[in-house]
């Protein structure tokens, strides 16, 4: 039984949705979702697509190179609470959500850039959601890290952080 590669069609119930979008070849920010429709939905546990030619394309996206836009959601656990740090890299746009709020803001039209942002988080469940956008050419790129406290930045991976298997062990609400 192969593991899921990134942006496969297989559901992975704890992973990320991603919701696929057309949008303008030439667009120079992420659209506004709640006004177009999906054309197509990509499942994943982790963000990590470092920069490469457009042409080689974006896992999962098929044929299109350019002016798509990628709506992911999903939810993860944080068994140890206090302040989590997050990179988001990406070429071109994207922002990064948690629990509505805004943590990371990197929209634009531009080659690979990473920003960094953090939130304090209690232990328990938390939404996600990763907007990203590919406009014209050149390069595509979208990788989110994560790192408790001063740690070392890795992948953000919603295998690591899923709630224990018997709900009766989770001490959060």
Not at 34 to 54: E, M, Q, W
């Amino acid at each position: 039984d192969a593991a899921p590669t990134f942006g496969t069609t297989v559901v992975i119930p704890s992973g990320l949705r991603g919701r696929i979008y057309k949008i303008h070849k030439y667009a120079k920010g992420l659209p506004d979702f709640g006004r177009l429709k999906p054309i197509g939905t990509i499942y994943t546990s982790s963000l990590n697509v470092p920069a490469r030619d457009f042409r080689e394309g974006f896992p999962g996206v098929t044929k299109r190179f350019e002016g798509f836009a990628i709506d992911y959601a999903g939810r993860f656990w944080i068994a140890e609470p206090g302040l989590y740090r997050f990179a988001l890299t990406s070429d071109d746009g994207s922002r990064l959500y948690i629990d509505g709020q805004l943590i990371i803001d990197n929209d634009g039209a531009h080659p690979p850039v990473t920003v960094e942002g953090k939130v304090e988080l209690t232990g328990g469940i938390h939404r996600i959601r990763v907007s990203y956008f590919q406009g014209p050419r050149w390069q595509v790129a979208l990788v989110l890290k994560i790192a408790a406290g001063d740690g070392d930045l890795r992948v953000f991976s919603t295998d690591e952080f899923k709630p224990p298997p018997n709900p009766e062990n989770w001490k959060y609400p």
